[in-house]
């Protein structure tokens, strides 16, 4: 290698770029150097020959060539600051190698011109003044071997023969011993020169190292910032933004607004049409939030089907209002997926800083509150954290808290609601309904501690408990009528709660026959893979499952008839609306039909007055639960109630 190197370090044009690069670095400060040093050494040579020579040999040729060197000396400093380019440095480094040879033959000729005018002591000032010139020579070329070396061939060489040739006393000697020292600064220099380049050569390729590394981790930033799927910000990007935003909006007093979006209707996209469609509804979602990003508006995937938005501006109520629709509306355009039209919405949660938190976490928990609240509302519906949420915000944090501190087994209890067939009078299941009272917050509905439980994974422990109450009153119970037990949308959601569950009722001795297990299509919409596995899990050991709050959900009729499903129960606000709207009778009737055609049992719930048992029985529902019939009960009454019913229903036969 490093004999390849010595033939190599004599080209210019060939060079490693930044090996002329390098080059042109060290010539820039050495070449006026050398050219002063020619200028002051031909100075010194012409003044010892004052009188010995003519005036044109010792004033007017090194008068000129002084001239020139220090003409071409200037412009090398002039040029020091100035940024060439690579081809011009390669230009200039070639004619550097051409002057120094023309220059060398211009030096010569004048110093062997000199020569035979002068005394012993002249002439050794020439020989002195020729070594001299070329070992300066040498080292300031040092760094272009073709220079240092042409140079040296072209003044060494010619110089020793004319001394050899003149035959004056001691010259042959003093030439052997110039030949000798120069033969031996030629191999520094070679030595030397091929070190540089190696040297520069190693530089080069650290430096293309450290530019790839940069460059790896400019792309690891980029990656560990931005969700791959959709090019918006990811979570912990904008997690980090928001805090930055929060800390200056901070200081500078002034507001703004950010807000959650989630996408309603996703997770049955996946399940129905697969992943990849999934994954192009999601990037098409991405798109439409990018293209709408800008002006202060800015957009992050947070994971799954859910969004965050970061206003970073003051808006007034009707200002987020108007965002918010904006986003929905933009959300809800039908999505082309293939040649399959998917339809889709969001919903929004947005809070205002400061209004509705000073941190990040505060921000964050309320907007979700604020979503969950929209949620509820209407899917694709818009709700800001406003001060009257905040009553309901805190009590809900309340519950959440005092819910997680409570003792479970003590504070819960089971409350059991007949459910009747409206022929026969008789009992046909008892709904259990779960009750909380708390030392300090007393009696809390169960929609909203349920809730609570819901937002934590002290969902699974509130249920396990329930359950086991449920079952150890229905054991006592006369007769043969089904427990019907509501289940968490996070219960069915759960391989562990529901693997939990099943041990439950396994070890529970009640039959699991005689068990029905309450569900609502929320599971369903989370993650229908998951849920579906539980149902089958729950069929499997003998359970029915009943579909709840049936015709209030997303899309209803497309799961029913996939789902391992024994019993549909009409939502009360269909009951409700029952004697004045025709279109409710219609929901009733149609909910009807469907049952026969998939062979499921029908409940009716929420009947309070004769009025509407009637209709439903002319509709042909004959299965019914509500205020009318009994209300929730206490287990023991519970058990009184169906002995008396069924007591009743027998008389009555
Ligand atoms: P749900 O499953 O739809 O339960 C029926 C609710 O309607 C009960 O309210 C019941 O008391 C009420 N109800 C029954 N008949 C009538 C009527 O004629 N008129 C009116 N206005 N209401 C009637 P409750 O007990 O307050 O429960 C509310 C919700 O809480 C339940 O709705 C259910 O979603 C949830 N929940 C109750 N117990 C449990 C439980 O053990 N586990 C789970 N996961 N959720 C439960
Ligand atoms: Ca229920
Ligand atoms: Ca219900």
């Not at 031909?42 to 044109?56: D, K």
């Not at 272009?144 to 060489?157: K, R, W």
């Not at 998917?342 to 505060?362: K, Q, W, Y």
Request: aromatic fraction near 8%; hydrophobic fraction near 50%.
């Amino acid at each position: 290698m490093s004999q390849g190197l010595t033939f190599e370090l004599f080209k210019i044009s060939g060079a490693p770029p930044a090996l002329t690069r390098a080059r042109a670095r060290a010539l820039t400060t050495r070449i006026p150097l050398l050219y002063l040093i020619l200028v002051i050494n031909m100075l010194l040579l012409a003044s010892a020959y004052q009188g010995a020579a003519s005036t044109l040999s010792t004033i007017c040729a090194p008068g000129l060539l002084s001239a020139i060197c220090i003409w071409r000396g200037g412009r090398w400093l002039a040029a020091r600051h100035g940024q060439a380019s690579l081809e011009a440095m390669v230009r200039k480094q070639r004619q550097t190698a051409i002057l120094a040879t023309l220059f060398s033959i211009l030096f010569l000729a004048w110093a062997l011109h000199l020569y035979p005018y002068g005394d012993a002591m002249q002439k050794a000032h020439v020989t002195f003044f020729i070594a001299i010139t070329v070992i300066s020579c040498i080292l300031c070329l040092i760094h272009l071997p073709a220079a240092a070396f042409g140079v040296t061939m072209v003044v060494t060489a010619p110089f020793s023969f004319y001394l050899l040739w003149a035959g004056d006393d001691g010259a042959a000697l003093i030439a052997a011993n110039m030949l000798i020292i120069i033969s031996v600064l030629v191999y520094v220099l070679i030595a030397y020169t091929n070190d540089f380049s190696l040297l520069i050569a190693t530089q080069a390729a650290l430096d293309a190292k450290q530019a790839e590394t940069q460059r790896l981790s400019d792309d690891n930033l980029r990656l560990a910032n931005v969700d791959s799927l959709t090019g918006l910000a990811n979570r912990r990007a904008f997690f980090s933004d928001l805090q930055e935003v929060v800390a200056a909006r901070g200081q500078e007093g002034r507001a703004f607004v950010f807000g959650l979006i989630d996408l309603d209707g996703f997770k049955p996209v996946n399940d129905t049409h697969g992943h990849l469609a999934g994954d192009d509804v999601l990037r098409e979602v991405g798109a439409r939030l990018t293209a709408m990003a800008g002006n202060g508006l800015r957009f992050a995937r947070l994971g799954g089907d859910e969004f965050a938005v970061l206003a970073d501006r003051d808006l007034d109520e009707a200002g987020v209002v108007e965002l918010g629709r904006r986003l929905c509306a933009r959300l809800s355009v039908p999505y082309l997926i293939g040649d399959m039209t998917i339809g889709l919405t969001g919903t929004c949660g947005f809070v205002r800083f400061p209004d509705a938190g000073a941190t990040v976490e505060m921000l964050y928990e309320k907007a979700d509150y604020a979503l969950y609240r929209a949620k509820n509302a209407q899917r694709g519906s818009v709700q800001i954290f406003s001060p009257n949420m905040q009553k309901q915000y805190q009590n809900a944090k309340l519950v959440e808290q005092m819910l997680a501190r409570a003792d479970l087994e003590a504070e819960l209890f089971m409350e059991f609601q007949p459910i009747i067939d409206v022929e026969s009078r008789r009992v046909v299941a008892l709904e259990a309904l779960a009750r909380w009272s708390n030392p300090h917050l007393g009696r809390v509905a169960p929609d909203m501690f349920i809730a609570a439980a819901e937002r934590s994974i002290l969902i699974h422990r509130v249920t396990a408990t329930l359950l086991r109450k449920a079952l150890e009153a229905a054991k006592s119970w006369p007769g043969e009528q089904h427990l019907s037990f509501n289940l968490s949308v996070r219960d069915l959601i759960s391989r562990e709660a529901i693997t939990h569950i099943v041990a439950l009722i396994e070890s529970s001795g009640f039959p699991p026959h005689r068990l029905i297990l309450e569900i609502t299509e929320t599971a369903l919409m989370r993650d229908y893979e998951l849920a579906q596995e539980s149902l089958t899990l729950l069929k499997r050991l003998g359970a029915q499952i009943a579909l709840d709050d049936f015709g209030t959900g997303y899309s209803s009729l497309s799961y029913v008839h996939r789902l391992p499903l024994d019993r549909l129960k009409i939502d009360r606000s269909f009951v409700r609306g029952l004697s004045q709207s025709s279109s409710s009778r219609d929901v009733i009737r149609t909910i009807l039909q469907l049952c026969d055609n998939l062979k499921l049992s029908c409940v009716a719930e929420g009947i309070e007055t004769e009025e509407e048992a009637d209709l439903l029985r002319s509709l042909g529902c004959t299965t019914m639960q509500g205020y009318l019939f009994a209300k929730p009960l206490g287990a023991a009454e519970a058990g009184a109630f169906i002995s008396s019913a069924n007591d009743a229903a027998r008389r009555a036969a």
